[in-house]
């Protein structure tokens, strides 16, 4: 295998990406949106920087701790204990940002953003990608490493193996982004399943390096977000914003507010499985939904399917 292309920048392709890389394999990684990190994402304001996507990260495998050893010494991480944790794991977050964690992962890698890949075919010379910017390719070996929904689409028709991409199920999640001109009147940072409607309301601006305005990340609860799925932008902030209404009580003026939507959030069945492979071990498939609902499990994922095309 001289190159391969990775689909997806999130953990789990960058991961598998920066693996191949150090065993000399070319690699070509296509990323859709303009940022890295997949649901590790910051969104910036005038007033200062929400990470919208995962709130903080734990390291229980040894190599997934060296890994975010690496970052913290970086500068690119650093522990975050806020009021109403739960637990005494540490929690970990990105530094300018939750897709700092990814920084070293994506260092020296060939990524091309904003560009999304359509349809895996075959030819003589290995596989070639349609993209919404033309074919790409040919690679000798291809990893999607993208939701379970979006990968089982790519590959349905290349191995009964990816079969079992459909049993994985993701929940969706709708995310209110929220500046106020002074404190919200809460004294936790972190609310875990606080009321009816919200799964995590964060206080973003409580994390380190986070500067500007008092800033909330809320999560919508699974069901609400299935109900409200298809609200555009502005109508995901202003429903949000009420059901945190309920929590908070009277809130500050709002300076700044956009919404989210999470189609494929989070992992409610995983396959229990660290990557599927196929096409004489050229083909892999691998995210969060291989292992489980943690960035963690992502990481692992995108490692174990680079191996299992090396080995």
């Given at each position: 295998?001289?190159?391969?292309a990775v689909i997806g920048a999130g953990m789990a392709g960058l991961a598998a990406a920066a693996e191949l890389k150090r065993a000399g394999v070319e690699?070509?990684?296509?990323?859709?949106?303009?940022?890295?990190g997949g649901r590790l994402a910051t969104r910036r304001f005038a007033a200062g920087s929400a990470d919208h996507g995962a709130q903080y990260v734990t390291a229980r495998d040894e190599r997934f701790q060296a890994l975010m050893q690496q970052t913290v010494f970086a500068g690119h991480a650093t522990g975050w204990a806020p009021t109403g944790k739960i637990g005494n794991e540490p929690w970990l977050v990105g530094l300018d940002g939750m897709s700092g964690l990814v920084r070293p992962l994506a260092g020296g890698l060939e990524i091309v953003r904003q560009t999304q890949i359509e349809r895996i075919g075959t030819t003589s010379e290995g596989y070639a990608l349609q993209s919404d910017r033309g074919p790409q390719g040919p690679f000798d070996a291809v990893i999607v490493a993208v939701p379970a929904p979006q990968a089982g689409p790519l590959l349905k028709a290349h191995g009964r193996p990816f079969d079992e991409i459909s049993a994985a199920r993701l929940q969706p999640t709708l995310t209110g982004l929220f500046a106020f001109d002074g404190p919200v009147p809460l004294d936790n940072d972190f609310h875990p399943e606080p009321a009816a409607g919200i799964a995590t309301a964060v206080r973003n601006s409580s994390k380190p390096g986070r500067n500007g305005a008092e800033c909330w990340i809320v999560h919508a609860s699974h069901d609400w977000s299935r109900h409200n799925l298809e609200a555009d932008r502005d109508e995901i902030a202003a429903k949000v914003l009420d059901v945190f209404r309920r929590l908070a009580g009277d809130l500050p003026p709002l300076v700044w507010q956009s919404g989210h939507r999470w189609r494929h959030a989070a992992v409610e069945v995983s396959l229990g499985a660290p990557c599927l492979v196929a096409g004489d071990r050229r083909l892999a498939a691998c995210g969060d939904w291989c292992l489980g609902p943690?960035?963690?499990?992502a990481f692992l994922s995108g490692h174990a399917a680079a191996r299992?095309?090396?080995d």
């Open positions: 295998m001289k190159n391969c690699t070509v990684v296509f990323e859709k949106s303009r940022g890295l943690r960035v963690e499990a299992a095309l090396l």
